[in-house]
């Protein structure tokens, strides 16, 4: 049987190899957006992660013809109204590297302290057809603290600030299968795979 193509719109590498683990076990020759040399980036223009994942999905899938699944997901920090959230990534300036985004969040929160430096992060996945029509929405949460300073290698992005409720680590200091069994993106997946053996079973 010809497995299905599935694409993953990201360019961050770091979300992509996160994702590929947790697809491993489906039935699909996956493929990013590094292939398509002529593809067009979408927009994040969405006020929601929802609006931003569907937008993603559904512009990458009318490009490539291709079933994509596509991630929006972001940091939300109580003390600073539920910032950077959707400009997680562009929350320094545009092009900034993590370590740019996690020195301006350590400023900005430089005068709270502990048990109020509480935070969560969320990711929305969205599923496109080969037309571009957003077939399926799920959304995952992981709740937990901002810490005073980086710690740990692993991750990316702001995994080396945040402690996951529960745990002691941050993101960045946990072990990639823990990450992956408790992270936003696990728990937003989670709904997608649900989806996808549906659509994969024969």
């Known amino acids: 049987m010809k497995r299905r193509r599935l694409l993953i719109a990201t360019f961050n590498k770091g979300k992509l190899r996160e994702l590929r683990q947790l697809l491993a076990k489906f039935p699909f020759v996956i493929s990013d957006l590094e292939g398509w040399s002529s593809i067009q980036p979408i927009p994040e223009l969405g006020e929601t992660f929802i609006e931003n994942a569907a937008l993603k999905a559904s512009g990458y899938a009318r490009q490539t013809r291709l079933l994509t699944l596509a991630d929006d997901s972001g940091l939300q920090v109580d003390a600073l109204n539920g910032a950077p959230g959707v400009l997680s990534a562009r929350y320094a300036h545009e092009g900034a ?106």
Do not use: M
Not at 127 to 137: H, M, R, S
Not at 150 to 170: A, K, L
């Open 97 to 202: 590297s993590d370590t740019e985004r996690t020195t301006k969040l350590l400023t900005e929160l430089s005068h709270v302290k502990g048990s109020a430096r509480t935070a969560r992060f969320v990711s929305v996945i969205a599923i496109a057809d080969e037309d571009g029509k957003v077939i399926n929405l799920s959304k995952g949460t992981c709740e937990g603290g901002i810490t005073d300073a980086p710690r740990g290698t692993n991750g990316f992005g702001y995994d080396p600030v945040f402690v996951p409720d529960g745990f002691d680590q941050t993101f960045a200091e946990l072990e990639a299968e823990v990450k992956n069994r408790i992270s936003h993106r696990a728990q937003a997946l989670s709904g997608a795979c649900e989806f996808l053996r549906n659509l994969t079973a024969t």
